[in-house]
C-alpha cells in the first residue's frame, strides 16, 4: 500500500546532541511537511515542501532544518536539541498545494530529550 | 482572522449512543473543512472533508459532519459510538492566505462500555 514511513518512530538523544528524523513516501505526492506535536494538542507547522522549493513557518526555530534530496524523502535536522523540542514529529503529503485534497500522515517519530 | 474552535476538551458517550463533537470556524470566503482522527502513539488519520456541495458529508469509519454555514459550524456524527472511536479528534480549516491548514485544539473521545 501506498504510504507515509517515519523512522525511527522512537528517539531519545541528549541535550544538544544533532537528531535526523527521517520520512519517506510512496505517494508521488508534491508536497511535505513536517509538524511538530506536544502533548496531545494541535499540530504545529514547522516548514514544508513544494517541490523543491522550502517554505519555512516564521516562527519554527533555526535549530530546526530540513532537506528534501528527491520527491521521495524529507528530513528533518535538529541541530542542538533542547528539553522543550521533546514531542512527536508528524510528516504528512498532499497532492498539490492549494487544492482541497487531504493530508497523508507517517506514524510520527517521538523524540524524548535527556 | 481565519480560526476554528473545538469548543470541549473532552467528550464521554456511552458505547451505542450517538455521538457529536463540535466545531466552528471562521474564516473570509468559503470555507473548506477537515476533520482528523489520532489514535495514541499515532499519526493524524483523514476522515472527511466539506469542499462544496451537500452540507452533510460522509466519511470513513461511520462518521459523518454537517457543514452549517449560518452558524459557521461542521460537528462531527456518528450514530452509534464504538469502544474504538475512543480518540483525539482534530477539526480544521484551510487557511485562504497560503493554503495551509489551521487545526483546532483536539477533542478528546472517550467511548464507555
Known amino acids: 500500500d501506498a504510504m507515509v514511513i517515519q523512522n525511527p518512530r522512537y528517539q531519545v538523544t541528549q541535550f544538544g546532541k544533532p537528531v535526523t528524523l527521517s520520512c519517506s513516501q510512496t505517494?508521488?505526492?508534491?508536497?511535505m511537511y513536517w509538524y511538530q506535536q506536544k502533548s496531545s494538542q494541535a499540530p504545529k507547522l514547522l516548514f514544508h515542501?513544494?517541490?523543491?522549493?522550502?517554505?519555512n513557518e516564521a516562527d519554527t526555530p533555526d535549530n530546526f532544518q530540513s532537506r528534501r534530496p528527491n520527491t521521495s524523502f524529507c528530513f528533518l535536522d535538529i541541530r542542538s536539541p533542547g528539553l522543550g523540542d521533546a514531542a512527536m514529529y508528524l510528516c504528512?503529503?498532499?497532492?498539490?498545494?492549494?487544492?482541497?485534497?487531504?493530508?497523508?500522515f507517517g506514524e510520527g517519530s517521538r523524540l524524548t530529550v535527556l | 482572522a481565519q480560526s476554528v474552535a473545538q469548543p470541549e476538551d473532552q467528550v464521554n458517550v456511552a458505547e451505542g449512543n450517538p455521538l457529536t463533537v463540535k466545531c466552528t470556524y471562521s474564516?473570509?470566503?468559503?470555507?473548506?473543512l477537515f476533520w482528523y482522527v489520532q489514535y495514541p502513539n499515532r499519526g493524524l488519520q483523514f476522515l472527511l472533508k466539506?469542499?462544496?456541495?451537500d452540507n452533510l458529508v460522509k466519511g470513513s469509519y461511520g462518521f459523518e459532519a454537517e457543514f452549517n454555514k449560518s452558524q459557521t459550524s461542521f460537528h462531527l456524527k456518528k450514530p452509534s459510538a464504538l469502544v474504538s472511536d475512543s480518540a483525539l479528534y482534530f477539526c480544521?480549516?484551510?487557511?485562504?492566505?497560503?493554503?495551509?491548514?489551521?487545526w483546532g485544539a483536539g477533542t478528546k473521545l472517550i467511548i464507555k462500555p
Open positions: 504528512a503529503t498532499s497532492r498539490v498545494q492549494g487544492r482541497t485534497g487531504e493530508l497523508f
Open positions: 505517494l508521488n505526492h508534491n508536497v
Open positions: 515542501y513544494y517541490d523543491k522549493d522550502f517554505n
Open positions: 474564516v473570509s470566503g468559503n470555507p473548506y
Open positions: 466539506y469542499i462544496t456541495g
Open positions: 480544521a480549516v484551510r487557511d485562504d492566505s497560503n493554503y495551509q491548514l489551521i
